[in-house]
Protein backbone atom coordinates (compact mmCIF):
# COMPACT_ATOMS: atom_id res chain seq x y z
CA UNK A 1 0.00 0.00 0.00
CA UNK A 2 0.98 3.57 -0.70
CA UNK A 3 0.19 7.03 -0.84
CA UNK A 4 -1.53 8.36 -4.10
CA UNK A 5 -1.43 11.60 -3.12
CA UNK A 6 -1.26 14.12 -0.48
CA UNK A 7 -3.43 17.49 -0.35
CA UNK A 8 -3.38 20.58 2.04
CA UNK A 9 -6.51 22.94 3.01
CA UNK A 10 -6.28 25.90 4.67
CA UNK A 11 -9.96 27.10 5.84
CA UNK A 12 -10.79 29.40 8.35
CA UNK A 13 -13.97 28.53 9.72
CA UNK A 14 -14.09 30.90 13.02
CA UNK A 15 -9.98 30.72 12.51
CA UNK A 16 -7.38 29.18 10.58
CA UNK A 17 -6.45 25.34 10.64
CA UNK A 18 -4.12 23.96 8.18
CA UNK A 19 -4.80 20.09 7.39
CA UNK A 20 -2.71 17.49 5.39
CA UNK A 21 -4.77 15.04 3.50
CA UNK A 22 -2.98 12.11 2.84
CA UNK A 23 -4.58 9.34 0.57
CA UNK A 24 -3.46 6.31 -0.79
CA UNK A 25 -3.47 4.38 -3.97
CA UNK A 26 -6.60 2.23 -2.41
CA UNK A 27 -8.42 5.24 -1.43
CA UNK A 28 -8.23 5.36 2.11
CA UNK A 29 -7.79 9.00 3.74
CA UNK A 30 -6.01 10.14 7.04
CA UNK A 31 -5.92 13.83 7.90
CA UNK A 32 -3.13 15.50 10.39
CA UNK A 33 -2.93 18.74 11.73
CA UNK A 34 0.00 21.51 10.87
CA UNK A 35 -1.58 24.70 12.33
CA UNK A 36 0.67 27.18 13.02
CA UNK A 37 -0.95 30.17 14.83
CA UNK A 38 -0.36 33.70 12.65
CA UNK A 39 2.12 31.05 10.26
CA UNK A 40 -0.25 29.21 8.86
CA UNK A 41 0.81 29.83 4.90
CA UNK A 42 4.81 28.71 5.54
CA UNK A 43 3.18 25.60 6.84
CA UNK A 44 1.42 24.98 3.97
CA UNK A 45 4.16 25.99 1.81
CA UNK A 46 6.37 23.78 3.65
CA UNK A 47 4.03 20.65 3.08
CA UNK A 48 3.21 21.51 -0.75
CA UNK A 49 6.24 22.83 -2.14
CA UNK A 50 8.56 20.37 -0.02
CA UNK A 51 7.14 17.65 1.55
CA UNK A 52 4.68 15.96 -0.46
CA UNK A 53 6.07 15.64 -3.50
CA UNK A 54 8.95 13.32 -1.47
CA UNK A 55 6.14 11.32 -0.38
CA UNK A 56 4.05 10.22 -3.01
CA UNK A 57 4.71 6.31 -3.64
CA UNK A 58 6.11 5.94 -0.65
CA UNK A 59 5.11 3.01 1.87
CA UNK A 60 2.01 4.38 3.84
CA UNK A 61 2.48 1.54 6.75
CA UNK A 62 6.32 3.11 7.69
CA UNK A 63 5.24 5.74 9.81
CA UNK A 64 8.69 5.97 11.92
CA UNK A 65 10.79 5.72 8.94
CA UNK A 66 8.89 8.44 7.40
CA UNK A 67 9.27 10.32 10.38
CA UNK A 68 12.62 9.99 10.91
CA UNK A 69 13.15 10.71 6.81
CA UNK A 70 11.20 14.24 6.97
CA UNK A 71 13.17 15.27 9.91
CA UNK A 72 16.98 14.00 8.73
CA UNK A 73 16.68 14.59 4.90
CA UNK A 74 16.25 18.84 4.82
CA UNK A 75 19.51 18.45 6.93
CA UNK A 76 17.85 21.75 8.88
CA UNK A 77 16.60 20.37 11.84
CA UNK A 78 13.75 21.48 14.04
CA UNK A 79 11.50 24.46 14.10
CA UNK A 80 7.89 25.01 14.22
CA UNK A 81 7.29 25.27 10.90
CA UNK A 82 8.98 21.89 9.94
CA UNK A 83 7.45 20.34 12.84
CA UNK A 84 4.08 21.24 12.11
CA UNK A 85 4.57 20.26 8.78
CA UNK A 86 6.01 16.64 10.01
CA UNK A 87 3.36 16.53 12.27
CA UNK A 88 0.19 16.50 9.81
CA UNK A 89 1.82 13.75 7.80
CA UNK A 90 2.36 11.66 11.15
CA UNK A 91 -1.03 12.19 12.16
CA UNK A 92 -2.38 11.51 9.20
CA UNK A 93 -0.39 8.05 8.44
CA UNK A 94 -1.34 7.02 12.02
CA UNK A 95 -5.00 7.58 10.90
CA UNK A 96 -4.85 5.83 8.34
CA UNK A 97 -3.21 2.91 9.80
CA UNK A 98 -5.64 2.53 12.73
CA UNK A 99 -8.32 2.95 10.06
CA UNK A 100 -7.13 0.15 7.97
CA UNK A 101 -6.89 -1.83 11.70
CA UNK A 102 -10.68 -0.84 11.89
CA UNK A 103 -9.77 0.71 15.89
CA UNK A 104 -9.35 3.72 17.26
CA UNK A 105 -6.43 5.13 17.23
CA UNK A 106 -5.59 4.84 21.49
CA UNK A 107 -5.71 0.87 20.67
CA UNK A 108 -2.64 1.11 18.40
CA UNK A 109 -0.98 3.27 21.02
CA UNK A 110 -1.28 0.47 23.34
CA UNK A 111 -4.82 0.51 24.14
CA UNK A 112 -6.83 2.56 26.93
CA UNK A 113 -4.81 3.78 30.18
CA UNK A 114 -8.17 5.01 32.05
CA UNK A 115 -11.96 5.05 31.54
CA UNK A 116 -11.07 9.36 30.28
CA UNK A 117 -9.10 12.27 30.42
CA UNK A 118 -9.95 15.33 33.51
CA UNK A 119 -10.22 17.90 31.25
CA UNK A 120 -9.32 21.59 32.55
CA UNK A 121 -11.68 24.91 31.64
CA UNK A 122 -10.46 28.47 30.56
CA UNK A 123 -12.19 30.82 33.32
CA UNK A 124 -11.78 34.12 32.70
CA UNK A 125 -13.03 37.86 33.57
CA UNK A 126 -12.06 41.20 34.03
CA UNK A 127 -12.84 40.95 37.47
CA UNK A 128 -13.28 38.79 40.07
CA UNK A 129 -17.23 38.90 40.03
CA UNK A 130 -17.20 38.25 36.21
CA UNK A 131 -14.31 35.54 37.11
CA UNK A 132 -16.52 33.39 39.79
CA UNK A 133 -19.23 33.33 37.20
CA UNK A 134 -16.92 31.98 34.44
CA UNK A 135 -15.73 29.57 37.43
CA UNK A 136 -19.17 28.44 38.75
CA UNK A 137 -20.31 28.06 35.09
CA UNK A 138 -17.75 25.29 34.00
CA UNK A 139 -17.92 23.75 37.96
CA UNK A 140 -21.58 23.25 36.78
CA UNK A 141 -20.77 21.93 33.74
CA UNK A 142 -18.61 19.25 35.61
CA UNK A 143 -15.76 20.40 35.26
CA UNK A 144 -12.98 19.91 38.23
CA UNK A 145 -10.16 22.14 36.83
CA UNK A 146 -10.31 25.07 35.48
CA UNK A 147 -7.14 27.65 34.67
CA UNK A 148 -8.19 31.40 35.80
CA UNK A 149 -6.83 34.35 34.48
CA UNK A 150 -8.34 37.91 35.02
CA UNK A 151 -8.11 41.46 34.06
CA UNK A 152 -5.18 43.74 36.27
CA UNK A 153 -6.04 47.20 37.57
CA UNK A 154 -4.33 49.97 35.31
CA UNK A 155 -3.99 47.75 32.22
CA UNK A 156 -6.28 46.86 29.55
CA UNK A 157 -6.91 43.86 27.53
CA UNK A 158 -4.34 41.23 28.47
CA UNK A 159 -3.67 37.82 27.24
CA UNK A 160 -6.57 35.03 28.06
CA UNK A 161 -8.97 38.08 29.65
CA UNK A 162 -12.11 38.28 28.54
CA UNK A 163 -15.61 37.51 29.95
CA UNK A 164 -15.70 33.50 29.49
CA UNK A 165 -19.02 32.42 31.35
CA UNK A 166 -20.60 29.51 29.36
CA UNK A 167 -23.55 30.84 26.99
CA UNK A 168 -21.73 33.88 26.98
CA UNK A 169 -22.18 36.19 23.94
CA UNK A 170 -18.17 36.33 23.60
CA UNK A 171 -16.44 33.60 21.35
CA UNK A 172 -12.57 33.75 22.47
CA UNK A 173 -10.27 33.89 20.38
CA UNK A 174 -7.19 35.18 20.75
CA UNK A 175 -5.81 35.60 17.13
CA UNK A 176 -7.51 37.42 14.20
CA UNK A 177 -6.81 40.83 16.26
CA UNK A 178 -5.35 42.71 13.59
CA UNK A 179 -4.86 46.58 14.50
CA UNK A 180 -7.68 48.77 12.61
CA UNK A 181 -5.26 51.36 11.38
CA UNK A 182 -3.42 49.00 10.21
CA UNK A 183 -5.14 45.97 8.89
CA UNK A 184 -2.20 43.30 8.02
CA UNK A 185 -0.60 44.42 11.53
CA UNK A 186 -1.30 42.56 14.75
CA UNK A 187 -3.05 44.80 17.64
CA UNK A 188 -1.09 46.01 20.53
CA UNK A 189 -1.48 45.14 24.29
CA UNK A 190 0.26 46.84 27.20
CA UNK A 191 2.26 44.78 29.86
CA UNK A 192 3.42 45.83 34.16
CA UNK A 193 4.90 43.09 35.40
CA UNK A 194 5.05 44.25 38.76
CA UNK A 195 1.36 44.92 38.93
CA UNK A 196 0.64 41.77 37.99
CA UNK A 197 2.76 40.36 40.67
CA UNK A 198 0.56 42.26 43.31
CA UNK A 199 -2.59 41.26 41.57
CA UNK A 200 -2.95 37.59 41.21
CA UNK A 201 -2.11 36.42 44.84
CA UNK A 202 -5.01 38.03 45.75
CA UNK A 203 -7.03 36.60 42.91
CA UNK A 204 -6.21 32.94 44.00
CA UNK A 205 -6.65 33.98 47.49
CA UNK A 206 -10.31 35.03 46.45
CA UNK A 207 -11.17 31.99 44.10
CA UNK A 208 -9.80 29.36 46.64
CA UNK A 209 -11.84 30.81 49.67
CA UNK A 210 -14.64 31.10 47.24
CA UNK A 211 -14.71 27.48 45.84
CA UNK A 212 -12.97 25.29 48.53
CA UNK A 213 -10.08 23.00 48.63
CA UNK A 214 -10.89 20.45 45.67
CA UNK A 215 -11.14 22.38 42.59
CA UNK A 216 -8.16 22.34 40.66
CA UNK A 217 -7.13 26.25 39.48
CA UNK A 218 -4.30 26.44 36.98
CA UNK A 219 -2.83 29.68 35.50
CA UNK A 220 -0.94 30.58 32.31
CA UNK A 221 1.72 33.09 32.92
CA UNK A 222 2.25 33.19 29.36
CA UNK A 223 6.30 33.43 29.19
CA UNK A 224 6.26 37.18 30.63
CA UNK A 225 8.17 37.03 33.78
CA UNK A 226 11.62 37.03 34.63
CA UNK A 227 12.99 34.04 36.84
CA UNK A 228 13.41 35.98 39.72
CA UNK A 229 9.98 37.52 39.46
CA UNK A 230 8.58 33.75 38.47
CA UNK A 231 10.48 32.14 41.63
CA UNK A 232 8.19 34.98 43.63
CA UNK A 233 4.68 34.07 42.01
CA UNK A 234 5.28 30.50 42.64
CA UNK A 235 6.64 30.98 46.20
CA UNK A 236 3.32 33.60 46.72
CA UNK A 237 0.88 31.36 45.12
CA UNK A 238 1.92 28.36 47.00
CA UNK A 239 -0.45 28.75 50.63
CA UNK A 240 -3.42 27.64 47.71
CA UNK A 241 -2.10 24.58 46.44
CA UNK A 242 -1.67 25.44 42.29
CA UNK A 243 -2.56 22.18 40.02
CA UNK A 244 0.08 24.23 38.12
CA UNK A 245 1.41 27.51 36.81
CA UNK A 246 2.41 26.87 33.25
CA UNK A 247 4.87 29.28 31.04
CA UNK A 248 5.92 31.17 34.09
CA UNK A 249 9.51 32.67 31.99
CA UNK A 250 10.39 32.75 28.36
CA UNK A 251 10.12 28.65 26.57
CA UNK A 252 13.32 28.86 25.59
CA UNK A 253 15.51 29.54 28.48
CA UNK A 254 15.15 25.96 30.12
CA UNK A 255 18.13 26.51 33.26
CA UNK A 256 15.28 29.51 34.06
CA UNK A 257 13.54 27.10 36.02
CA UNK A 258 16.17 26.23 37.92
CA UNK A 259 15.80 29.29 40.35
CA UNK A 260 12.15 28.93 40.65
CA UNK A 261 12.25 25.40 41.71
CA UNK A 262 14.83 26.49 44.35
CA UNK A 263 12.27 28.65 45.88
CA UNK A 264 8.70 26.81 45.72
CA UNK A 265 6.89 23.78 45.69
CA UNK A 266 4.01 24.93 42.87
CA UNK A 267 4.04 22.44 40.13
CA UNK A 268 5.06 23.95 36.49
CA UNK A 269 4.44 23.25 33.33
CA UNK A 270 5.96 24.53 29.75
CA UNK A 271 6.33 23.46 26.22
CA UNK A 272 3.56 24.72 23.84
CA UNK A 273 6.12 26.97 22.22
CA UNK A 274 9.05 23.82 21.74
CA UNK A 275 8.72 21.48 19.15
CA UNK A 276 11.20 18.87 19.63
CA UNK A 277 12.14 16.21 23.09
CA UNK A 278 15.34 18.14 22.80
CA UNK A 279 13.67 21.72 23.75
CA UNK A 280 13.18 19.73 27.04
CA UNK A 281 16.29 18.13 27.67
CA UNK A 282 17.51 20.10 30.38
CA UNK A 283 14.25 20.31 31.68
CA UNK A 284 13.55 17.17 32.22
CA UNK A 285 16.95 15.24 33.52
CA UNK A 286 17.04 17.87 36.18
CA UNK A 287 13.58 17.53 37.01
CA UNK A 288 12.56 21.27 36.80
CA UNK A 289 9.31 20.79 35.16
CA UNK A 290 6.00 18.63 36.43
CA UNK A 291 4.06 19.01 33.24
CA UNK A 292 4.97 18.71 29.27
CA UNK A 293 2.58 21.06 28.06
CA UNK A 294 3.27 20.79 24.17
CA UNK A 295 0.51 19.54 21.57
CA UNK A 296 1.36 16.89 19.09
CA UNK A 297 0.40 19.51 16.23
CA UNK A 298 3.74 21.58 17.33
CA UNK A 299 6.01 18.73 18.59
CA UNK A 300 5.52 16.13 15.02
CA UNK A 301 2.75 14.69 15.66
CA UNK A 302 1.66 11.77 17.52
CA UNK A 303 5.26 9.99 16.40
CA UNK A 304 7.14 12.95 18.25
CA UNK A 305 4.93 13.47 20.96
CA UNK A 306 5.37 9.93 22.06
CA UNK A 307 9.14 9.85 22.30
CA UNK A 308 8.36 12.69 24.44
CA UNK A 309 6.54 11.25 26.90
CA UNK A 310 8.13 8.18 26.83
CA UNK A 311 10.99 10.48 28.07
CA UNK A 312 8.94 12.46 30.39
CA UNK A 313 7.55 9.06 31.89
CA UNK A 314 11.45 7.65 33.28
CA UNK A 315 11.17 11.52 35.27
CA UNK A 316 7.98 10.94 36.67
CA UNK A 317 6.64 13.89 34.38
CA UNK A 318 3.28 14.10 33.01
CA UNK A 319 1.18 15.17 30.19
CA UNK A 320 -0.82 18.27 29.85
CA UNK A 321 -1.17 18.83 26.23
CA UNK A 322 -1.70 21.66 24.62
CA UNK A 323 -4.96 22.34 23.47
CA UNK A 324 -6.11 25.80 22.62
CA UNK A 325 -8.69 26.65 19.59
CA UNK A 326 -5.72 26.99 17.34
CA UNK A 327 -4.96 23.54 17.91
CA UNK A 328 -7.53 21.89 15.05
CA UNK A 329 -10.11 19.23 15.95
CA UNK A 330 -7.39 16.80 14.14
CA UNK A 331 -5.19 17.74 16.56
CA UNK A 332 -7.00 17.58 19.54
CA UNK A 333 -8.28 14.21 18.95
CA UNK A 334 -4.59 12.93 18.37
CA UNK A 335 -3.70 14.25 22.19
CA UNK A 336 -6.90 12.37 23.02
CA UNK A 337 -5.82 8.76 21.88
CA UNK A 338 -2.58 9.24 23.17
CA UNK A 339 -3.35 10.69 26.81
CA UNK A 340 -5.54 7.77 26.72
CA UNK A 341 -2.71 5.00 25.51
CA UNK A 342 0.22 6.68 27.90
CA UNK A 343 0.84 5.63 31.48
CA UNK A 344 1.93 9.41 32.34
CA UNK A 345 -1.21 10.97 31.21
CA UNK A 346 -1.82 14.26 33.82
CA UNK A 347 -4.47 16.32 32.42
CA UNK A 348 -6.05 18.11 29.18
CA UNK A 349 -6.29 21.33 27.96
CA UNK A 350 -10.15 22.12 26.78
CA UNK A 351 -11.30 25.27 24.76
CA UNK A 352 -13.97 24.01 22.84
CA UNK A 353 -13.47 25.21 19.34
CA UNK A 354 -16.65 27.21 17.81
CA UNK A 355 -20.28 25.74 16.35
CA UNK A 356 -18.44 26.90 13.02
CA UNK A 357 -15.09 25.27 13.66
CA UNK A 358 -17.09 22.29 14.26
CA UNK A 359 -19.27 22.37 11.13
CA UNK A 360 -15.97 21.62 9.23
CA UNK A 361 -14.10 19.04 11.29
CA UNK A 362 -16.78 17.16 12.37
CA UNK A 363 -15.66 14.75 15.34
CA UNK A 364 -16.14 11.96 17.36
CA UNK A 365 -15.20 12.62 20.72
CA UNK A 366 -17.63 12.87 24.03
CA UNK A 367 -17.54 15.21 27.11
CA UNK A 368 -19.08 14.17 30.50
CA UNK A 369 -18.55 14.74 34.16
CA UNK A 370 -15.41 17.13 33.00
CA UNK A 371 -13.52 14.30 31.22
CA UNK A 372 -13.08 13.68 27.55
CA UNK A 373 -13.19 10.89 25.54
CA UNK A 374 -11.39 9.94 22.06
CA UNK A 375 -14.85 7.93 20.98
CA UNK A 376 -14.68 4.36 19.14
CA UNK A 377 -14.69 5.68 15.71
CA UNK A 378 -11.47 4.16 13.57
CA UNK A 379 -8.40 6.39 12.99
CA UNK A 380 -8.50 9.82 15.15
CA UNK A 381 -12.39 10.31 14.49
CA UNK A 382 -12.35 13.41 12.72
CA UNK A 383 -13.98 13.98 9.18
CA UNK A 384 -12.87 16.71 7.18
CA UNK A 385 -15.94 18.19 5.14
CA UNK A 386 -14.00 19.77 2.60
CA UNK A 387 -16.72 21.39 0.84
CA UNK A 388 -17.38 22.88 3.45
CA UNK A 389 -13.96 23.85 4.76
CA UNK A 390 -13.79 25.73 0.73
CA UNK A 391 -16.24 28.08 1.68
CA UNK A 392 -14.20 29.49 4.63
CA UNK A 393 -11.06 31.21 2.77
CA UNK A 394 -8.10 31.73 4.78
CA UNK A 395 -7.86 34.82 6.78
CA UNK A 396 -4.94 37.09 7.45
CA UNK A 397 -4.87 36.92 11.73
CA UNK A 398 -2.22 37.62 14.09
CA UNK A 399 -1.90 36.78 17.91
CA UNK A 400 -1.12 40.76 19.89
CA UNK A 401 1.92 42.00 20.38
CA UNK A 402 2.85 42.98 24.08
CA UNK A 403 4.74 46.11 25.51
CA UNK A 404 5.65 47.30 28.46
CA UNK A 405 4.70 50.95 29.61
CA UNK A 406 7.46 52.45 28.50
CA UNK A 407 6.88 50.86 25.09
CA UNK A 408 9.64 48.30 25.28
CA UNK A 409 8.62 44.97 23.23
CA UNK A 410 7.91 42.02 25.64
CA UNK A 411 6.70 38.23 25.31
CA UNK A 412 3.09 38.44 24.61
C1 LIG B 1 -2.73 28.05 26.16
C2 LIG B 1 -1.98 28.97 25.28
C3 LIG B 1 -2.75 29.62 24.18
C4 LIG B 1 -1.76 30.35 23.26
C5 LIG B 1 -2.15 30.16 21.83
C6 LIG B 1 -1.17 30.83 20.89
O1 LIG B 1 -2.24 27.82 27.25
O2 LIG B 1 -3.74 27.54 25.72
O3 LIG B 1 -1.15 29.82 25.99
O4 LIG B 1 -3.76 30.43 24.65
O5 LIG B 1 -1.74 31.69 23.54
O6 LIG B 1 -2.18 28.79 21.57
O7 LIG B 1 -1.43 30.46 19.58
MG1 LIG C 1 -0.37 28.58 27.57
Redesign the pocket.
Known amino acids: MSIRSIDVDVTSPGRNFVTAIVTTDDGVTGLGDGTL ?2 RELAVASYLRDHVAPTLIGRDETQIESTWQYLYRSPYWRRGPVTMAAVAAIDMALWDIAAKRAGVPLYRLLGGASRTGLMTYA ?1 ASGTDLEHLDDAIRGYVEQGFRAV ?1 IQTGVPGLGQI ?2 VHDSAPGGAYEYE ?2 GRLAADAPRRPEEETWDTAAYLRHLPTVFEHVRSEFGPELHLLH ?1 G ?1 HRMRPIEAARLASDLEPYRPFWL ?2 CTPGEDQSALRLVREHSTTPLAIG ?2 FNSVFDYQTLITERLIDFV ?1 SSATHAGGVTGLRQLMTFAGIYGIRSGF ?6 SPVGMAAHLHLGLAIHNFGIQ ?1 F ?1 PHSARTLEVFRTSYTFADGMLHPGETPGLGVELDREAAAAHPYEPAY ?1 PVNRLRDGTVHD ?1
Open positions: NGHRYGPADHEDEVRHGPTDVEMLW
